[in-house]
């Protein structure tokens, strides 16, 4: 899920900057949009990073005088500005030729979604045949395709709204649980276990391969024991952790009030629950990476769940109600 909203995000950014521009007349207009949307995010980054200096040098204050100091900033308030543009070209979206592209734009998410994992040995951990193999592929390619193109586009194109919400809902947890029946009988009780953590657990692949990459580019490389280290505990904070509203977890989204899911008091919580999860994580890998690369580590976790609270505002603003 999280995956998903952040490649919308991209895909509907990507949108108005090709698409758009054959539409004249409205090509300034997006331009203004997306360039205010740009600088509010800049914006939002700086006074984040400012809040971040204030924050610790308050926390050192609070410290010596013996009170106990939140770690917690409120870096999902630190984005209001950013949604305003976003919530505004929502209305954009309702062309058809944007509605056509936006679709375009799934249909190659969906794709590389369900390649990521094939790419990752799914096939080969599940020790499928070739036959077997492309069975699953077109099965979860069927049910990325559920959220993408019978929640995600539509919202954003504005074919769901509050009116017709409850009944898209229903339909759709009925397609994913129908979806979920089929891969059940084709891999097995057992089979259906293994490939459910297996795609639960990608997030922490891509992250985990994300900063071994970032790593190496600052000179502070990884081996290939230290990966797979920092992978496992990565893997398994997340699964022992319990977040009071799992925004990055499908099964624990109500379909029926999507609106809900994101609202401010759950965003909120959810980056709370984050910045706890990624100290456990920088916390453990003390003992896997050296001073420099732990270091990194936590820069990278605070600016991944930054950009991921920012995208999440965003593209949710995007799905506006009206």
């Known amino acids: ?30 331009r203004a ?13 700086a006074r984040a990073e400012r809040e971040e200096k204030q924050t610790k040098y308050l926390q050192k204050r609070l410290r010596a005088s013996g009170e106990n100091p939140s770690a917690s900033r409120p870096l999902a308030q630190a984005d209001s500005a950013a949604v305003s543009k976003p919530r505004a070209m929502s209305q954009m979206f309702r062309d058809a030729m944007m509605k056509e592209g936006l679709r375009s734009e799934a249909k190659v998410a969906i794709v590389k979604t369900v390649q990521k994992l ?3 040995g799914l096939a080969a951990r599940l020790q499928l045949n070739p036959e077997q193999s492309a069975s699953l592929r ?37 397609s994913i649980d129908d979806n979920a029946a089929q891969i059940r009988a084709l891999l097995g009780d057992d089979g259906y276990s293994a490939y459910q953590w297996f795609d ?58 999507w609106f809900d899911n994101f609202s401010d008091e759950k965003i909120n919580a959810y980056q709370q629950d984050m910045e706890h999860l990624n100290g456990r994580i920088v916390q453990g890998a ?30 949710a603003a995007m799905m506006t109600k009206n």
């Not at 999280?2 to 300034?28: D, H, P, Y």
């Not at 360039?35 to 995010?41: H, K």
């Not at 003390?286 to 965003?314: H, I, K, M």
Request: with cysteine; glycine share 6%; hydrophobic share 45%.
């Open 1 to 30: 899920m999280k995956n998903s909203i952040i490649v919308l995000s991209v895909a509907v950014t990507f949108l108005c900057g090709a698409l758009l521009v054959q539409k004249n007349r409205e090509v300034a207009q997006i």
């Open 200 to 257: 639960k657990t990608q997030s922490e692949r891509d992250e985990a391969n994300g900063f071994a990459a970032a790593a190496s580019a600052a000179g502070h490389n990884l081996t290939a024991g230290q990966q797979s280290q920092l992978l496992d505990l990565m893997t398994m904070e997340r699964a022992g952790f319990n977040f009071q509203y799992d925004l990055g977890d499908p099964a624990k989204l109500d379909f029926e009030h």
């Open 118 to 120: 094939f790419d990752a």
């Open 33 to 45: 949009h997306l360039a205010a949307a740009d600088e509010a995010r800049a914006a939002s980054m």
């Open 286 to 315: 003390q003992g896997v990476l050296t001073p420099d690369q732990s270091a990194q580590l936590t820069d990278f976790l605070n600016q991944n769940l930054f950009e991921s609270l920012v995208t999440v505002r965003n593209t």
């Open 138 to 174: 077109q099965l979860l390619t069927e049910r990325a395709s559920i959220l993408w193109e019978k929640m995600l586009v539509p919202m954003t194109t504005g074919e769901i709204d509050e009116a017709n919400m409850a009944s898209a809902g229903q339909a759709i947890k009925q």
